[in-house]
Protein backbone atom coordinates (compact mmCIF):
# COMPACT_ATOMS: atom_id res chain seq x y z
CA UNK A 1 0.00 0.00 0.00
CA UNK A 2 0.97 3.76 -0.67
CA UNK A 3 1.13 4.48 2.99
CA UNK A 4 3.19 1.67 4.32
CA UNK A 5 5.84 3.08 1.83
CA UNK A 6 5.81 6.46 2.41
CA UNK A 7 6.19 5.88 6.20
CA UNK A 8 8.93 3.65 5.94
CA UNK A 9 11.08 6.31 5.11
CA UNK A 10 9.29 9.20 6.92
CA UNK A 11 9.93 6.39 10.00
CA UNK A 12 13.59 6.88 10.16
CA UNK A 13 12.72 10.06 12.11
CA UNK A 14 10.06 12.09 13.34
CA UNK A 15 10.67 15.65 12.01
CA UNK A 16 11.25 17.82 15.20
CA UNK A 17 9.86 21.40 15.15
CA UNK A 18 12.26 23.65 15.78
CA UNK A 19 11.93 26.41 18.71
CA UNK A 20 9.70 28.82 18.82
CA UNK A 21 8.43 27.73 14.91
CA UNK A 22 4.86 27.54 14.47
CA UNK A 23 3.18 23.92 14.80
CA UNK A 24 1.65 22.45 11.40
CA UNK A 25 -1.42 20.63 12.49
CA UNK A 26 -3.12 18.20 10.05
CA UNK A 27 -7.10 17.55 11.24
CA UNK A 28 -9.40 15.10 9.82
CA UNK A 29 -12.64 17.15 10.47
CA UNK A 30 -13.74 20.80 10.11
CA UNK A 31 -14.89 20.67 13.64
CA UNK A 32 -11.12 19.56 14.76
CA UNK A 33 -9.82 22.29 12.78
CA UNK A 34 -11.86 24.43 13.92
CA UNK A 35 -11.24 23.72 17.86
CA UNK A 36 -7.24 23.14 16.79
CA UNK A 37 -7.11 26.86 15.33
CA UNK A 38 -9.20 27.88 18.18
CA UNK A 39 -6.66 26.69 20.79
CA UNK A 40 -3.58 26.90 18.96
CA UNK A 41 -4.48 30.87 17.65
CA UNK A 42 -1.39 32.27 15.34
CA UNK A 43 1.16 29.13 16.86
CA UNK A 44 -0.59 27.06 14.62
CA UNK A 45 -0.99 26.30 10.88
CA UNK A 46 -4.13 24.23 10.07
CA UNK A 47 -4.91 22.38 7.17
CA UNK A 48 -8.45 20.05 7.54
CA UNK A 49 -8.83 17.36 4.97
CA UNK A 50 -12.52 17.27 4.55
CA UNK A 51 -13.97 20.10 3.34
CA UNK A 52 -17.91 21.36 3.56
CA UNK A 53 -20.40 18.77 2.08
CA UNK A 54 -18.17 15.93 2.74
CA UNK A 55 -19.30 12.87 4.22
CA UNK A 56 -16.27 11.41 7.27
CA UNK A 57 -17.92 8.21 7.16
CA UNK A 58 -17.41 7.15 3.90
CA UNK A 59 -14.10 9.62 2.75
CA UNK A 60 -10.79 7.81 2.08
CA UNK A 61 -7.65 10.13 2.14
CA UNK A 62 -6.32 11.77 -0.94
CA UNK A 63 -2.51 10.95 -2.21
CA UNK A 64 -1.74 14.95 -1.18
CA UNK A 65 -3.47 14.09 2.35
CA UNK A 66 -1.27 11.18 3.25
CA UNK A 67 1.67 14.08 2.09
CA UNK A 68 0.06 16.16 4.40
CA UNK A 69 -0.37 14.21 7.42
CA UNK A 70 3.61 12.68 7.07
CA UNK A 71 4.79 16.20 7.03
CA UNK A 72 2.89 17.88 9.60
CA UNK A 73 4.21 17.78 13.43
CA UNK A 74 0.82 16.83 14.69
CA UNK A 75 -2.52 15.32 12.77
CA UNK A 76 -5.85 14.99 14.91
CA UNK A 77 -8.75 12.61 14.14
CA UNK A 78 -11.70 11.96 15.41
CA UNK A 79 -11.92 8.16 16.33
CA UNK A 80 -14.91 6.26 17.35
CA UNK A 81 -15.19 4.59 14.37
CA UNK A 82 -16.40 7.98 12.49
CA UNK A 83 -13.22 8.09 9.81
CA UNK A 84 -14.12 4.42 8.97
CA UNK A 85 -12.20 4.26 5.73
CA UNK A 86 -8.89 6.02 7.06
CA UNK A 87 -8.81 4.04 10.27
CA UNK A 88 -5.94 1.74 9.51
CA UNK A 89 -3.95 4.66 7.93
CA UNK A 90 -4.46 6.82 10.72
CA UNK A 91 -3.83 4.31 13.59
CA UNK A 92 -0.40 3.67 11.71
CA UNK A 93 0.66 7.31 11.96
CA UNK A 94 -0.41 7.07 15.53
CA UNK A 95 2.20 4.47 15.93
CA UNK A 96 4.67 7.13 15.27
CA UNK A 97 3.26 9.25 17.77
CA UNK A 98 2.65 12.04 15.77
CA UNK A 99 -1.38 11.63 15.36
CA UNK A 100 -4.07 11.51 18.43
CA UNK A 101 -7.74 10.30 18.16
CA UNK A 102 -9.22 13.55 20.27
CA UNK A 103 -12.68 12.49 19.84
CA UNK A 104 -11.70 10.04 22.46
CA UNK A 105 -11.66 12.28 24.87
CA UNK A 106 -15.20 11.97 25.56
CA UNK A 107 -15.56 9.95 28.56
CA UNK A 108 -17.01 6.47 28.02
CA UNK A 109 -19.74 7.07 30.35
CA UNK A 110 -20.90 9.53 28.48
CA UNK A 111 -20.82 7.82 24.66
CA UNK A 112 -23.97 6.34 23.50
CA UNK A 113 -23.11 2.59 22.96
CA UNK A 114 -23.55 1.53 18.89
CA UNK A 115 -26.52 -0.81 18.28
CA UNK A 116 -24.87 -2.49 15.37
CA UNK A 117 -21.57 -3.12 16.92
CA UNK A 118 -20.21 -4.38 20.25
CA UNK A 119 -17.09 -1.54 21.64
CA UNK A 120 -18.33 0.93 19.26
CA UNK A 121 -19.75 4.34 20.01
CA UNK A 122 -22.07 6.60 18.28
CA UNK A 123 -18.96 9.21 17.05
CA UNK A 124 -21.21 11.97 16.83
CA UNK A 125 -20.08 13.92 19.98
CA UNK A 126 -19.78 17.31 18.23
CA UNK A 127 -23.47 17.55 18.21
CA UNK A 128 -23.52 18.88 22.06
CA UNK A 129 -21.60 21.81 23.03
CA UNK A 130 -21.12 20.26 26.19
CA UNK A 131 -19.47 16.89 25.02
CA UNK A 132 -17.19 19.06 22.55
CA UNK A 133 -15.75 20.73 25.86
CA UNK A 134 -13.58 17.26 25.92
CA UNK A 135 -12.87 17.40 22.76
CA UNK A 136 -11.33 20.83 23.39
CA UNK A 137 -9.22 20.19 26.02
CA UNK A 138 -8.09 16.54 23.73
CA UNK A 139 -6.81 19.24 21.45
CA UNK A 140 -5.45 21.08 23.78
CA UNK A 141 -3.52 18.41 25.63
CA UNK A 142 -2.40 17.17 21.95
CA UNK A 143 -0.97 20.50 21.21
CA UNK A 144 0.53 21.17 24.28
CA UNK A 145 2.78 17.86 24.12
CA UNK A 146 3.76 18.61 20.49
CA UNK A 147 5.09 21.93 21.55
CA UNK A 148 5.13 22.45 25.06
CA UNK A 149 6.74 25.97 25.06
CA UNK A 150 3.25 26.73 24.25
CA UNK A 151 1.18 24.95 26.74
CA UNK A 152 0.28 28.17 28.82
CA UNK A 153 -0.66 30.26 25.87
CA UNK A 154 -2.79 27.53 24.67
CA UNK A 155 -3.86 26.42 27.77
CA UNK A 156 -5.21 30.38 27.82
CA UNK A 157 -6.93 29.91 24.51
CA UNK A 158 -8.87 27.18 25.32
CA UNK A 159 -10.37 28.56 28.52
CA UNK A 160 -11.29 31.44 26.53
CA UNK A 161 -13.02 29.20 23.72
CA UNK A 162 -14.59 27.29 25.91
CA UNK A 163 -16.39 30.24 27.81
CA UNK A 164 -18.02 30.37 24.39
CA UNK A 165 -18.76 27.09 24.49
CA UNK A 166 -20.19 27.41 27.43
CA UNK A 167 -23.08 30.26 26.30
CA UNK A 168 -23.69 28.25 22.87
CA UNK A 169 -24.61 25.02 25.02
CA UNK A 170 -27.35 27.61 27.05
CA UNK A 171 -28.40 29.22 23.91
CA UNK A 172 -29.38 25.33 22.83
CA UNK A 173 -30.78 24.69 25.67
CA UNK A 174 -32.76 27.54 25.91
CA UNK A 175 -33.89 27.74 22.05
CA UNK A 176 -34.63 23.62 22.09
CA UNK A 177 -36.64 24.12 25.24
CA UNK A 178 -39.28 26.22 23.53
CA UNK A 179 -40.49 23.30 21.00
CA UNK A 180 -43.82 22.46 22.34
CA UNK A 181 -43.33 18.60 23.36
CA UNK A 182 -45.06 16.44 20.88
CA UNK A 183 -43.48 18.40 17.71
CA UNK A 184 -39.95 17.08 19.61
CA UNK A 185 -38.99 14.41 16.62
CA UNK A 186 -35.93 15.23 14.72
CA UNK A 187 -35.97 13.24 11.44
CA UNK A 188 -32.69 12.90 9.45
CA UNK A 189 -31.14 11.63 6.76
CA UNK A 190 -28.90 9.65 9.13
CA UNK A 191 -28.41 8.80 12.42
CA UNK A 192 -26.06 12.03 13.09
CA UNK A 193 -28.69 13.42 16.64
CA UNK A 194 -28.02 10.98 18.96
CA UNK A 195 -26.21 12.97 21.27
CA UNK A 196 -28.34 15.47 20.43
CA UNK A 197 -31.60 14.22 21.24
CA UNK A 198 -30.45 12.61 24.43
CA UNK A 199 -29.16 16.40 26.09
CA UNK A 200 -32.33 18.26 24.91
CA UNK A 201 -35.37 15.86 24.91
CA UNK A 202 -36.08 15.01 21.53
CA UNK A 203 -36.91 11.70 19.86
CA UNK A 204 -34.16 11.41 16.90
CA UNK A 205 -35.25 8.97 13.63
CA UNK A 206 -32.09 8.70 11.07
CA UNK A 207 -33.24 7.07 7.47
CA UNK A 208 -30.11 5.53 7.55
CA UNK A 209 -28.18 4.21 10.36
CA UNK A 210 -25.15 5.81 12.25
CA UNK A 211 -22.55 5.34 9.20
CA UNK A 212 -24.11 6.17 5.80
CA UNK A 213 -22.30 2.91 5.01
CA UNK A 214 -25.67 1.35 4.90
CA UNK A 215 -28.21 1.75 2.54
CA UNK A 216 -32.27 2.63 3.14
CA UNK A 217 -34.62 0.05 1.81
CA UNK A 218 -37.72 1.28 0.31
CA UNK A 219 -39.29 -0.80 3.15
CA UNK A 220 -38.11 1.96 5.79
CA UNK A 221 -39.08 4.88 3.97
CA UNK A 222 -42.25 3.31 3.57
CA UNK A 223 -42.51 2.82 7.41
CA UNK A 224 -41.62 6.23 8.18
CA UNK A 225 -43.91 8.37 5.49
CA UNK A 226 -46.61 5.79 7.76
CA UNK A 227 -45.03 7.50 11.28
CA UNK A 228 -45.08 11.17 9.84
CA UNK A 229 -48.64 10.73 8.70
CA UNK A 230 -50.03 9.12 12.13
CA UNK A 231 -48.11 11.28 14.49
CA UNK A 232 -48.83 14.43 12.33
CA UNK A 233 -44.67 15.57 12.08
CA UNK A 234 -44.84 18.63 9.93
CA UNK A 235 -40.96 18.76 9.52
CA UNK A 236 -37.94 16.75 8.36
CA UNK A 237 -34.30 17.92 7.83
CA UNK A 238 -31.71 17.50 4.81
CA UNK A 239 -28.28 17.45 5.84
CA UNK A 240 -25.23 19.08 3.85
CA UNK A 241 -23.26 16.10 3.92
CA UNK A 242 -26.12 13.43 3.04
CA UNK A 243 -27.52 13.06 -0.28
CA UNK A 244 -31.41 14.43 0.09
CA UNK A 245 -33.11 11.80 -2.33
CA UNK A 246 -34.42 9.80 0.78
CA UNK A 247 -35.63 12.64 2.75
CA UNK A 248 -36.99 13.94 -0.64
CA UNK A 249 -39.21 10.23 -1.43
CA UNK A 250 -40.30 10.56 2.10
CA UNK A 251 -41.79 13.57 1.86
CA UNK A 252 -43.74 12.31 -1.12
CA UNK A 253 -44.79 9.55 0.74
CA UNK A 254 -46.24 11.01 3.12
CA UNK A 255 -47.94 13.40 0.29
CA UNK A 256 -49.43 10.74 -1.25
CA UNK A 257 -51.22 10.42 2.12
CA UNK A 258 -52.74 13.83 1.81
CA UNK A 259 -50.02 14.69 4.75
CA UNK A 260 -48.00 17.64 4.09
CA UNK A 261 -44.59 17.77 5.40
CA UNK A 262 -42.14 20.44 4.91
CA UNK A 263 -38.34 20.21 4.92
CA UNK A 264 -37.45 22.54 7.61
CA UNK A 265 -34.50 23.25 6.43
CA UNK A 266 -31.02 21.72 6.06
CA UNK A 267 -28.59 21.09 8.60
CA UNK A 268 -24.64 20.79 8.95
CA UNK A 269 -24.73 16.87 10.62
CA UNK A 270 -21.44 15.76 9.73
CA UNK A 271 -19.16 18.76 8.31
CA UNK A 272 -19.12 22.54 8.52
CA UNK A 273 -20.00 25.43 6.34
CA UNK A 274 -18.32 27.40 3.85
CA UNK A 275 -14.42 28.28 5.23
CA UNK A 276 -14.85 32.02 6.11
CA UNK A 277 -18.40 32.31 6.69
CA UNK A 278 -20.22 31.87 9.75
CA UNK A 279 -21.49 28.56 9.50
CA UNK A 280 -17.86 27.48 8.65
CA UNK A 281 -17.15 27.47 12.25
CA UNK A 282 -17.99 25.06 14.93
CA UNK A 283 -20.38 27.99 16.80
CA UNK A 284 -22.10 29.03 13.66
CA UNK A 285 -22.92 25.42 12.57
CA UNK A 286 -24.53 24.28 15.91
CA UNK A 287 -26.20 27.77 16.18
CA UNK A 288 -27.60 27.42 12.46
CA UNK A 289 -28.73 23.65 13.73
CA UNK A 290 -30.29 24.46 16.98
CA UNK A 291 -31.58 27.77 15.56
CA UNK A 292 -33.08 25.64 11.88
CA UNK A 293 -34.51 23.22 14.30
CA UNK A 294 -36.48 24.71 17.03
CA UNK A 295 -37.72 26.95 14.37
CA UNK A 296 -38.69 24.93 12.35
CA UNK A 297 -40.66 22.43 14.57
CA UNK A 298 -42.63 25.86 16.23
CA UNK A 299 -39.88 27.40 18.95
CA UNK A 300 -39.15 30.70 19.83
CA UNK A 301 -36.18 31.58 17.96
CA UNK A 302 -34.14 34.98 17.92
CA UNK A 303 -34.60 36.21 14.13
CA UNK A 304 -30.45 35.32 13.23
CA UNK A 305 -29.68 33.48 16.21
CA UNK A 306 -27.48 33.13 19.43
CA UNK A 307 -25.52 36.23 17.84
CA UNK A 308 -27.21 37.47 15.22
CA UNK A 309 -25.02 36.60 12.89
CA UNK A 310 -26.96 33.91 10.99
CA UNK A 311 -28.17 34.67 7.16
CA UNK A 312 -31.97 35.75 7.09
CA UNK A 313 -34.00 32.31 7.48
CA UNK A 314 -31.17 30.10 7.53
ZN1 LIG B 1 -22.59 10.82 10.56
Known amino acids: MLITSLAAGALAGTPLRAQGASLSVVATTGMIADAARRVGGAHVEVKALMGPGVD ?17 DLVLWHGL ?10 LKLGERGTAVPVGEAVPRDQRIAHEDYANKFDPHVWMVPD ?7 GVRDAL ?17 YLEELDALGSYARDVLATVPQPARVLLTAHDAFGYFGAAYGFEVVGIQGISTESEAGLNRIRTLADMLV ?23 GAAAQGHKVKIGGELFSDAMGAPGTYTGTYIGMIDH ?3 TIARALGGEV ?11 GS
Do not use: C
Not at 144 to 159: C, K, Y
Not at 302 to 312: C, D, S
Open 56 to 72: PHSYRQTRTDIQAALRA
Open 81 to 90: YLEAQMEEFL
Open 131 to 137: LWTYVVN
Open 144 to 160: SEAAPDRADLFASHATE
Open 230 to 252: ERGIGAVFVETSVSDRNIRALVE
Open 289 to 291: NVS
Open 302 to 312: PQRGMQGKLEE
